[in-house]
């Protein structure tokens, strides 16, 4: 189906767009990561009872990250910018999109990357080896992952939603909208938005019937709508 008059495409993405990296999702079928409960290693009290164990956990997640790179579903959403305004929004924490050349990268729920005080939201630097206990902020706190825990605000939200608000084709890969607010994001897409669906088991009972659902991997799934789009 050709999509006309196209100027700007949203890229919603999720863990699935990484895996295809070697990036494990982590969140097994009984809802461990790692075997740890969630609660443990990605909310604000687990910081508080046992900082040492978090920033383990994502010492590990980071060092990983540094050994993997970005993949063919990566490429073509970088690809898609050769004609258009391309805005991805991303659920994941890794660089990879931004390792693929695409320019304009929102990342929902922080960056392996990055770390920042433990007081002050905004108070962020550039991060790539292990946090320790000890190393501070400038503010003299310790530093920790600049990740978006359960429980905290999601500060890009609003941002993203603007996005998704003047979008003219949007495409979701690589999630499977059971974390939310991201979940939520599709719904700010306008009326003559065409929305495309990557998931090679996509939950299509509860996706309205003006989704288009590509029941695909997310690396073959975004060259079948590269090709569509950059053919038109």
């Avoid at 910081?47 to 073509?76: E, G």
């Avoid at 990357?113 to 190393?135: Q, Y």
């Avoid at 979940?183 to 019937?209: M, N, V």
Wanted: aromatic share 6%.
């Amino acid at each position: 189906m050709m999509v006309k008059n196209i100027e700007r495409i949203v890229i919603l993405s999720g863990a699935g767009i990484s895996q295809e990296s070697g990036i494990a999702t982590f969140r097994d079928a009984d809802g461990l990561w790692e075997g740890h409960d969630v609660m443990e290693v990605a909310s604000p009290q687990g910081w508080r009872t046992n900082p040492s164990l978090v920033l383990d956990f994502y010492n590990q997640r980071r060092r990983q990250l540094r050994t993997v790179k970005p993949n063919d579903a990566h490429k073509y959403c970088k690809d898609l910018e050769e004609k258009y305004d391309v805005r991805i929004i991303t659920q994941n924490v890794d660089d990879l999109h931004e390792r693929a050349g695409s320019n304009n990268v929102l990342h929902l729920h922080g960056q392996l990357f990055s770390a920042r005080s433990s007081t002050v939201d905004d108070h962020k630097l550039r991060w790539t080896e292990d946090i320790n206990l000890g190393d501070l902020a400038a503010d003299g706190s310790q530093l920790r992952p600049d990740i978006v825990w359960f429980g905290e605000a999601v500060p890009m939200l609003e941002e993203a939603a603007r996005l998704c608000a003047n979008a003219d084709v949007m495409i979701i890969v690589g999630t499977s909208l059971q974390v939310y607010p991201a979940a939520s994001l599709h719904h700010y897409a306008p009326q003559h938005c065409k929305i495309y669906y990557i998931d090679p088991r996509p939950e299509i009972s509860r996706l309205g019937s003006h989704i288009e659902v590509i029941k695909e991997k997310a690396s073959s799934g975004m060259l079948k709508i590269s090709k569509r789009l950059l053919s038109q």
